[in-house]
């Protein structure tokens, strides 16, 4: 394959910025969609082995499309492979993994709250390696879209955070977010990058490899995995859109945008993830969750615009 018959997202290089802002809300909304479709299976299939499928499918589809490019882009993926080794680590197992573990540990109330702190770790850690500057509507915003999230986990109630149970799939949240965080401004950071399907496909695929220890275990420990049609549909699912797809929307979105503005838009996290959960699991629609929803937005737009301003 041509250098001018690039795969995936490069032909959108030349695009403006709306794209990338576009595509940054759209891969939470494929998050969002991912808890969604866990949510639903968790106790008729082992999560470690749904993650194995949702990183390794996605390596496994890509690969005929991308062999060329890989070939290509090897000697670039060989000069930076401490990039992706600790990038298969960050995504798909400290990122990945361990918020589908936690899942069957913690509630979804203190999901919510950790979930809410990724923007703002990657703000700090942007700052903290002189990729950013913070700047005063930035925190503002950060600070009134946090605010926003909190409202909606609680339900605008503040005694819930008194109340709230910490345990280990918390821990496995936190670890999780800062992850996420870590891989965001460490992709910035990349000087040399190969085709972006080739990235997310090297990612991915080491990803993968990470997780045989554990598909190991539960293949010793006999754990049932059976395939019936809404197991197959997920494994599906998380391996195109949650994974594959979100990986490069993303990627695009820190490009184009900066690793703070483009992980302001997961405070829509818990505003998607009701959405869905009202269109597909029947769960009401609250009060709290349209306040909370403007506060969101009301931050987000803060965090965004006005940042873009004070750049102008």
């Known amino acids: 394959m041509s250098r001018d018959t690039k795969s995936g997202i490069s032909i959108l290089r030349n695009r403006t910025k709306p794209v990338a802002h576009a595509l940054a809300f759209i891969s939470v909304l494929l998050l969002a969609a991912n808890f969604v479709v866990v949510r639903n299976i968790h106790d008729q299939y082992p999560l470690t082995i749904l993650s194995l499928w949702r990183w390794g499918g996605s390596a496994l589809l890509l690969l005929p499309f991308i062999w ?15 990039f992706f080794v600790i990038s298969g680590m960050l995504m798909p197992i400290l990122g990945s993994l361990t918020s589908y573990l936690a899942m069957e540990l913690t509630v979804a109330v203190n999901g919510g709250i950790i979930q809410s702190m990724i923007p703002a770790i990657v703000v ?27 409202y909606i986990v609680t339900q605008g109630d503040v005694a819930v955070l008194r109340s709230l ?44 490899l990470y997780h045989l220890p554990f598909v190991f275990y539960e293949f010793w420990q006999g754990t049932p995995m059976p395939f019936t049609t809404a197991t197959t549909l997920s494994i599906v699912f998380v391996a195109i859109f949650p994974s594959l ?26 505003v998607v993830t009701a959405g869905l959960a009202f269109l597909f699991l029947n769960e009401a629609i609250a009060w709290f969750h349209l306040i909370g ?8 737009y803060l965090t965004v615009h006005r940042n873009q301003t004070q750049r102008a």
């Open 245 to 270: 797809l979100t990986v490069m929307f993303l990627n695009y979105g820190i490009e184009k945008l900066g690793p703070g503005t483009a992980t302001a838009y997961h405070y829509f996290m818990p």
């Open 165 to 208: 149970d910490v345990n280990l799939g918390d821990l496995f949240l936190v670890i999780g977010a800062c992850s996420l965080a870590g891989y965001t401004v460490y992709y910035k950071r990349l000087a040399e990058k190969p085709r972006p399907l080739v990235l997310v496909a090297v990612i991915c695929g080491i990803g993968a």
């Open 68 to 82: 060329s490019d890989l070939r290509h882009d090897w000697p670039i993926v060989r000069r930076n492979w401490k």
């Open 293 to 300: 929803t403007a506060m969101i937005l009301a931050g987000v």
């Open 124 to 150: 700090l850690l942007a700052w903290a390696v002189g990729l950013e500057r913070v700047k005063f509507f930035q925190i503002m915003g950060l600070g009134v879209a946090t605010l926003g999230v909190l």
